[in-house]
């Protein structure tokens, strides 16, 4: 499988500001997701990243609160803005290998 | 109706018995599923994967799955302490790999 490294791993943030989280493979895939994990909750799909063009979003989520960038097949980051206490969640990264799907170590965000 | 659906939990087990766990989902059209494992503060670790109806063993795992029952299952044999975690389903709908997660089901094997 795919080796994914997400940054930061943890991060506490204070309301209103924005956290861009990086994700990075060690090799080239073709389709890469975005999860939240809220406290106690199961995961949730953020959208779809596409590369060289506009990611796809899951009802609920819209570019403006997530802006979702994947210039090429190894890279792609997630930003969360204007954070509320809300925001407080897990973020995962996850790619598609050998048609299963896994998922990077994940960010920790705390919004204070 | 949820997506998918676990038996809420949480299960506890005794050390050397077996755990079952349970899954349902309402699309009739889900095309794969998985079952993973998520120790406390880490990400899901992929444990298993099925496709077909029957059953899937990997060493102490095995996945059932009964489409027409719209039911998938996992069994641990002889639980040990390690499989302490919370088991999430997921499955993908047709031709995508966009994953539906269920609640999890926290296992505790006590020794």
């Given at each position: 499988?795919a080796?994914i490294?997400q940054?930061p791993?943890?991060d506490?943030?204070?309301?209103?500001?924005?956290?861009t989280?990086?994700?990075?493979?060690?090799?080239q895939?073709?389709?890469?997701f975005w999860?939240r994990?809220?406290?106690?909750q199961?995961?949730?799909?953020i959208?779809t990243a596409?590369?060289?063009?506009e990611?796809?979003?899951?009802s609920?989520?819209?570019?403006?609160?997530?802006?979702i960038?994947?210039p090429n097949l190894?890279?792609s980051?997630l930003?969360?803005s204007n954070?509320?206490?809300?925001?407080?969640?897990?973020?995962?990264c996850?790619v598609v290998?050998?048609?299963e799907?896994?998922?990077?170590?994940g960010s920790r965000?705390?919004?204070l | 109706?949820?997506e998918?659906e676990?038996?809420s939990?949480?299960?506890s087990?005794p050390?050397?018995?077996?755990a079952?766990?349970?899954?349902?989902?309402s699309?009739?059209?889900?095309?794969?599923?998985?079952?993973?494992?998520?120790?406390?503060?880490?990400s899901?670790?992929l444990i298993?994967?099925?496709?077909?109806n029957?059953?899937?063993e990997?060493?102490?795992?095995?996945?059932?799955l009964n489409?027409?029952?719209q039911?998938?299952?996992l069994?641990i044999?002889?639980?040990?302490?390690?499989?302490?975690?919370t088991?999430?389903?997921?499955?993908t709908p047709p031709n995508?790999?966009k994953?539906?997660f269920?609640?999890?089901?926290t296992?505790?094997?006590?020794?």
């Amino acid at each position: 499988s795919a080796v994914i490294s997400q940054k930061p791993s943890r991060d506490i943030c204070q309301r209103g500001t924005s956290l861009t989280i990086q994700c990075q493979v060690d090799s080239q895939v073709t389709m890469m997701f975005w999860y939240r994990q809220q406290p106690g909750q199961s995961l949730t799909l953020i959208a779809t990243a596409n590369q060289g063009s506009e990611a796809t979003y899951e009802s609920g989520f819209v570019i403006d609160k997530f802006p979702i960038s994947r210039p090429n097949l190894t890279f792609s980051t997630l930003t969360v803005s204007n954070m509320s206490p809300e925001d407080s969640s897990i973020y995962l990264c996850s790619v598609v290998g050998a048609g299963e799907l896994f998922f990077g170590e994940g960010s920790r965000l705390t919004v204070l | 109706q949820k997506e998918v659906e676990q038996n809420s939990g949480p299960l506890s087990v005794p050390e050397g018995a077996i755990a079952s766990l349970n899954c349902t989902y309402s699309d009739r059209g889900s095309q794969s599923f998985f079952w993973y494992r998520q120790y406390s503060g880490k990400s899901p670790e992929l444990i298993m994967s099925i496709y077909s109806n029957g059953d899937k063993e990997d060493g102490r795992f095995t996945a059932q799955l009964n489409k027409a029952s719209q039911y998938v299952s996992l069994l641990i044999r002889d639980s040990q302490p390690s499989d302490s975690a919370t088991y999430l389903c997921a499955r993908t709908p047709p031709n995508d790999y966009k994953l539906s997660f269920g609640a999890g089901t926290t296992v505790t094997v006590r020794a």
